[in-house]
């Protein structure tokens, strides 16, 4: 019976979490300073996580809208700057869909850990870090190209940071 009743809570707080799904990107203004708010931050971080925890599908208009709202937020965020240098992005090279997890990793990295946001070096070698364990998930079908192949050896080795030229 134990059995039985947990299994029906947990259907329940399960199907809520993945009811609430996405936020309304629509919905969120970023214009000025001002629209770069908690709320616009934690909308960034969800689209990141998003982007992060789910298999590529160019077809899928949630990935669409979260990557299209990363790249604004990225674009207009007066306390957060990106570099995207052509070492880090090498790997993306003709796959759009790489790139553009490249820019959720970069996202993810700075608002989770605002202390070390300025330093972009750090934001370079967490992304990538963040890169090849989603790549490393054969159920997020990348196709491992020879770059990302040596980011994975790089890391392997404990030499990401050289590969990285950082």
Request: aromatic share 10%.
């Amino acid at each position: 019976m134990k059995h039985l009743l947990f299994s029906i809570l947990l259907f329940f707080t399960a199907n809520k979490v993945f009811s609430q799904g996405l936020p309304k990107y629509d919905e969120i203004k970023l214009e000025n300073k001002e629209d770069f708010n908690d709320a616009a931050n934690n909308a960034a971080l969800q689209a990141a996580n998003y982007l992060l925890s789910t298999p590529m599908d160019s077809k899928s208009i949630d990935r669409l809208t979260s990557l299209q709202y990363i790249i604004k937020w990225m674009s207009g965020s007066p306390d957060f700057s990106f570099t995207l240098d052509e070492q880090a992005t090498k790997f993306a090279k003709n796959n759009e869909d790489l790139l553009g997890l490249y820019m959720a990793a970069m996202t993810k990295y700075v608002l989770e850990n605002k202390t070390e946001s300025k330093d972009q070096n750090k934001i370079k070698l967490n992304a990538v870090r963040l890169i090849i364990q989603y790549s490393k998930d054969t159920s997020n079908n990348v196709k491992i190209n020879k770059e990302i192949k040596k980011a994975i050896e790089a890391e392997e080795n404990g030499k990401l940071e050289e590969y990285l030229k950082i």
